[in-house]
């Protein structure tokens, strides 16, 4: 296990910025139009630069073109439009407090509609299925519903609590201490979110640009500027196309933060998922419309590989196709506390194999 100071030094480093050569997501393998997206020369003065073209730097553009009418906004990606995190991940929208997943999901469906995305997105309504895979574990999780009931009634029928019983026979899953249901969904989501950029630049022209492959490698601020307002860009921008100003500037960098923003290093660190795609063939039943799951166990440590095994598999399943969504982490810290995702631990994607089938009753 690694020691308080190894944890220490991985938290703290510097990220560095994107890699230039991240693995192939699934999500991506059809990439958008807008994938490498850029004016002709970077913008010498905007309103608004944000870094970052994920989900968060697509909200905050959004957000920012439609309450400034005049602002100007560039978004800034080191490499393909939406290429971080929201470009690979599970696709899973749930909240363990249902209440807030309510009201999530309906601002959720709201901007899929807006934006016509309801096919692109293959956004599905459906139950989430949380399966504990010890006693301990369900029982933790059924007290904490009952206090969570008991302090908030109107919270009261969104967890349908099931026995072990039911979560085999209904459900088809083996080894389970119990489960519970709750209200969720699924959705593409670099569909989703490239889509919405489209629409932006359409509906925007002139006040937002996307500045894609444009590493931010520095921002600097003028302290000449703190005095009364004498230029309104005081932010310099040094990208790999050269300089940028702007009057403010918006981090959407996700683990990269500590990279430009070192006051941030052991507050954001990155930490690296492992996802897979997976074809179950005519075994398993499609179920993609009707429930995502959720599989907690107790977290793993085993000495001789240092792997740790961090308690959650999750798991979505596409109803055109059947594949699986799956992902779970069985990695050593340092691979997992880490930026670099021009690889994937060869161990990570064999351990998701091999635990799959087990929990429909197959062998892995
Ligand atoms: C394997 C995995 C599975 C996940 N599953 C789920 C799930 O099922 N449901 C869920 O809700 N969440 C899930 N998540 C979490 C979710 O993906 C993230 O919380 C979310 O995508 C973060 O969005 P973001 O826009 O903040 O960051 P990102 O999408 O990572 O965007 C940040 C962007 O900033 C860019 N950038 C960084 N530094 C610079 C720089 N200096 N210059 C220019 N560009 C820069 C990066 O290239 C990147 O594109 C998962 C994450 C992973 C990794």
Redesign the pocket.
């Known amino acids: 296990m690694a020691s308080d100071k190894e944890l220490a030094s991985l938290v703290t480093a510097d990220p560095g910025?994107?890699r230039p050569n991240p693995t192939q997501s699934y999500w991506q393998h059809i990439p958008h139009p807008l994938a490498n997206t850029r004016s002709e020369s970077l913008p010498s003065e905007r309103d608004y630069a944000i870094?970052?073209?994920?989900?968060?730097?697509?909200s905050v553009a959004k957000t920012l073109l439609e309450h400034h009418p005049t602002a100007t906004v560039t978004v800034?990606?080191?490499?393909t439009l939406?290429?971080?995190?929201?470009?690979?991940?599970?696709?899973?929208?749930?909240a363990n407090a249902g209440e807030e997943y309510m009201h999530l999901a309906e601002k959720m469906q709201e901007l899929i509609e807006e934006y016509d995305a309801v096919e692109a997105s293959e956004m599905q309504k459906l139950q989430k299925l949380r399966v504990f895979m010890t006693d301990s574990k369900f029982e933790d999780f059924q007290e904490s519903i009952a206090r969570l009931e008991a302090d908030h009634p109107s919270m009261k029928g969104i967890y349908t609590i099931l026995d072990a019983d039911t979560v085999l026979k209904e459900y088809g899953i083996h080894g389970a201490s119990g489960g519970a249901l709750l209200p969720a969904g699924t959705v593409w989501?670099y569909r989703l979110v490239t889509k919405v950029f489209d629409a932006l630049l359409k509906k925007y022209p002139g006040r937002l640009t996307i500045e894609t492959n444009?590493?931010?490698?520095a921002v600097e601020y003028d302290e000449k500027f703190l005095t009364p307002i004498t230029s309104v860009f005081p932010y310099t921008l040094r990208?790999s196309r050269g300089p940028m100003r702007a009057a403010s500037v918006i981090y959407?960098?996700?683990?990269?933060?500590g990279?430009?923003l070192p006051c941030l290093r052991g507050r954001i660190h990155p930490?690296?998922?492992?996802?897979t795609v997976q074809d179950p063939g005519t075994s398993i039943p499609n179920q993609g419309k009707f429930v995502s799951w959720g599989f907690h166990y107790p977290p793993t440590y085993e000495p001789d590989t240092q792997r740790h095994g961090y308690g959650l598999y999750?798991l979505?399943q596409s109803a055109k196709t059947g594949y699986f969504y799956f992902?779970g982490e069985n990695t050593r810290i340092d691979e997992a506390v880490s930026a670099d995702d021009s690889f994937v631990a060869s161990h990570s994607v064999s351990h998701l194999q091999s635990v799959l089938p087990r929990f429909f009753g197959k062998r892995g």
């Open positions: 910025l994107p870094i970052g073209s994920g989900i968060t730097g697509c800034l990606e080191a490499r939406c290429s971080g995190a929201t470009g690979r991940n599970g696709g899973q929208m749930a989501p444009t590493a931010v490698e990208t959407c960098t996700n683990g990269y933060s990279h430009l930490f690296k998922g492992t996802m999750y979505g992902g």
